[in-house]
């Protein structure tokens, strides 16, 4: 097993994209104590939605640039596990 995750380089990058995620939700939830307009909380739910998916969708490119792609080179059952546990994850994903 790599002693680095793929993302270990965006890291930095990752947490302030989560917190700006964060700072959303909060959002969401100061919008309903303050009787916001339905619509206006939809939006911003649609676009906190997004924003946890764009992260998702660079985690994965993230995995099989890296994980994977190590596994891979190395061939053998570590290299079908990642393959199916990416695959996984994709079906997972695309159900969201």
Partial sequence: MDSEHGYMSDK?????R????EGQARGIHRMIEDDTYCIDILT???ATT???ENVALALLDDH???CVAHAV???G????E????ASAAIRRLVKS
């Fill in 12 to 16: 930095d990058k990752y947490l302030a």
């Fill in 18 to 21: 989560l917190r700006r995620i």
């Fill in 44 to 46: 911003q739910i649609s």
């Fill in 50 to 52: 997004s924003a946890l």
């Fill in 64 to 66: 099989l640039t890296h």
């Fill in 73 to 75: 080179e190395h061939g």
């Fill in 77 to 80: 059952k570590d290299a079908e």
């Fill in 82 to 85: 990642k393959i199916a546990e």
